[in-house]
């Protein structure tokens, strides 16, 4: 019997904190589930976050198009790059890992009723600064999107 995933709702929780969490229990074997990704927060000014989003952008390669990188303008995406860069995922316990997680704009009919577990240090009411959700910069960044 498969056991129940692990669902996080994003919504106003920093970004980074979300990704460490979810990137460790996914290397622990667990399945992870992450909802409403558009409303993640990433700390900093607006425009460093779109600057350096867009510096990231103009990175591209004169050779083989199948080797460039591609760029995740998705706010589902753009969460699912983020955890990858925190998992060893050239090697199989990577991988696998990787495949352990499910990232969503919104929330699914599936886990309408399902309870969903807050992380308490990833709270976004406690940054004194400014900052910009994921959603706000994948509208900054190029495509739009709706859930």
Known sequence: MPKEPLII???NLILGRVASFVAKRALQGEEVV???AENAVISGTKANIVEEAKRRLRTRTLGSQYK???HPRRPDTYVR???RGMLPRRKPKGTTALKRVRV???VPEEYR???TV???DA???KLRYSHITVGELSEEIGRPWKA
């Open 123 to 125: 709270e976004a009411s």
């Open 118 to 120: 807050r992380i308490p």
């Open 113 to 115: 009723e399902k309870s």
């Open 104 to 106: 969503y704009i919104g």
């Open 68 to 70: 460039a990188p591609t």
């Open 81 to 83: 790059r983020v955890i």
């Open 34 to 36: 992450i909802l409403n």
């Open 9 to 11: 709702d994003a919504t």
